[in-house]
């Protein structure tokens, strides 16, 4: 589905997976603040979502330089074809079958290049053969006696059915996307296999930006997720074993991950750690390179100078209503807090449509511990009005990259306690280099999952003045210094501009 279509030439062709501009925050900020920062060029947006009725409206106002948009829902019944019965070839269905087990291998060799056409899903082996053709029935039903004779049939067989199904209507959107000189995913996963395809096919520099690393985020929604079912026999199970068909997930992504490091001209990522995972996870070396986020300090001047004399005894946690985010955790660590400072207050500020049986499970564990009159669910909120009104800002997550709100707090004069994930250590403690490491901390980092720690932090920050002073002092340096918006426009622009002019080598 085309929404915007200016006829005019794109430069930068972005391609969002369940982000921009739908969804609020994070990843989409991220892509908003870089559409609008660089100005003088045309950036063209492919949003992949899973299905039409998982979102709501169009969550930005688009900016003028945006000039292409397409909304694309890979999980949805209504885009696939009509089922019938029908005959397909079996040689060609070797092909899926070799296909199959190379993600099943976790792209331990390069996807040969068959693989990487559109042609091969468009033309070879269409996802009508794949869908309803008596020989993909007889490759699922092969791949299952030889694979996984202990798992349900019927659960085996919808999970290769979910698995491969949208890399065909991923290749099918490739038939449309306007022309650009450049793709850019900030993603693997099916993002980025439609850029790597894109690259392959229309010869287009790619460039990766990693936010968070997309493998192993996927495979902890997918250890914690009740959707995928593996009735296996208990006692056939080792302790602390990932069930088969949580693996074939796993290793679905961990293989397109593979593919999209192989394709990519360049992988970014936010933070040093984090390109050292990317080489871990076979990234190479030579393509990788760190560009930082930034935030646009000015903007929360005024509410740094609107902010009380003394921190407001409220924690602000600022993030979608997720599982990822861990709110399950803050929530207790809330409890603790409350015992010992009655008058302490929890706002969980973010959208909570995004996970509705999540977000009712926090609620009754409000209800639970009794802490009805103190967590308020705030919503999606304007930052600048929330941060004058919160002593600390915290993050709870069992995963990020380098969270903007940790940086935006800074700006607004608020300190942060986080768990250690992503950068969260390097932002809040220092770690750029040695000047940064001088500024000092600017906040506290706990234990992942660790409540006592974190309502330990809580409470002894809001009762420290001077503490807090010295961090407050600490975060506003630190971004001032080394993660201004206009650091990270200009490395975007001077990496786009050697694309364009064909500078770039890594």
């Known amino acids: 589905m085309i929404i915007v279509d200016k006829n005019r030439e794109t430069d930068i062709l972005i391609v969002a997976e369940g982000t921009y501009p739908y969804v609020k925050g994070g990843v989409s900020s991220w892509i908003h603040s870089l559409i609008t920062g660089l100005t003088e060029f045309n950036f063209g947006v492919i949003f992949l979502g899973s299905r039409k009725e998982d979102y709501g409206d169009i969550k930005y106002k688009l900016p003028e330089n945006l000039t292409y948009l397409s909304a694309n829902f890979i999980f949805s019944d209504k885009e696939k074809p009509p089922p019938r019965i029908l005959n397909s070839d079996s040689e060609k269905m070797e092909k899926v079958k070799e296909l199959h087990k190379w993600l099943r291998r976790s792209g331990e060799k390069e996807l040969p290049e068959t693989w990487k056409s559109q042609k091969f899903y468009i033309k070879e082996v269409t996802e009508e053969e794949f869908l309803y053709s008596r020989e993909a029935w007889n490759f699922i039903a092969d791949s299952y006696f030889e694979l996984a004779g202990d798992v349900p049939f019927i659960d085996y067989f ?41 690259k392959s096919e229309k010869e287009l520099p790619f460039i990766l930006t990693e936010h968070g690393i997309y493998t192993r985020e996927r495979k902890i929604d997918i250890v914690n997720a009740d959707w995928i079912s593996d009735r296996g026999f208990f006692f056939q199970k080792e302790v602390g074993e990932i069930d088969h068909l949580k693996k074939m997930w796993i290793s679905f992504f961990r293989g397109i991950g593979a593919f999209c490091y192989d394709s990519a001209d360049v992988i970014i990522s936010l933070f040093e750690d984090a390109r050292k995972l990317q080489i871990a996870l076979g990234a190479p070396e030579e393509k990788t390179e760190v560009i930082p986020n930034g935030v646009k300090v000015k903007n ?94 915290t993050l709870t997550s069992i995963s990020e990259g380098m969270p903007l709100v940790v940086l935006e707090s800074f700006a607004a004069g608020v300190p942060c306690v986080t768990t250690n994930v992503g950068s969260c250590k390097q932002l809040i403690y220092g770690g750029l280099n040695s000047e940064d490491l001088k500024i000092g901390k600017a906040g506290e980092v706990c234990h992942v999952a660790n409540p006592g720690e974190l309502a330990d932090a809580y409470v002894e920050l809001l009762n420290n003045k001077i503490l807090w002073k010295k961090y407050q002092k600490s975060g506003i340096e630190r971004v001032e210094r080394f993660y201004d918006y206009q650091m990270f426009l200009n490395n975007y622009r001077k990496l786009y501009r050697s694309f364009i002019h064909g500078r770039h080598s890594v």
């Open 158 to 198: 919808w999970t290769v059915r979910n698995i491969h199904d949208p890399v065909w209507r991923v290749a099918s959107i490739m038939e449309n996307i306007p022309e650009a000189k450049i793709i850019h995913s900030p993603s693997t996963g099916y993002a980025g296999f439609l850029s790597a395809m894109a």
């Open 300 to 393: 929360f001047l005024k509410a740094r100078k609107t902010r009380p004399q003394n921190p407001p005894p409220v924690i602000g946690l600022i993030g979608r209503v997720v599982p990822i985010k861990d709110i399950k955790t803050f929530i207790k660590a809330m409890r603790i807090v409350v015992n010992k400072m009655p008058e302490a207050q929890g706002w969980v500020v973010g959208p909570t449509d995004e996970d509705p049986d999540y977000y009712e499970e926090c609620l009754k564990l409000v209800n639970a511990l009794n802490l009805e009159n103190s967590i308020k669910f705030l919503g999606f909120q304007d930052l600048k009005n929330i941060f004058p009104r919160i002593g600390l800002t």
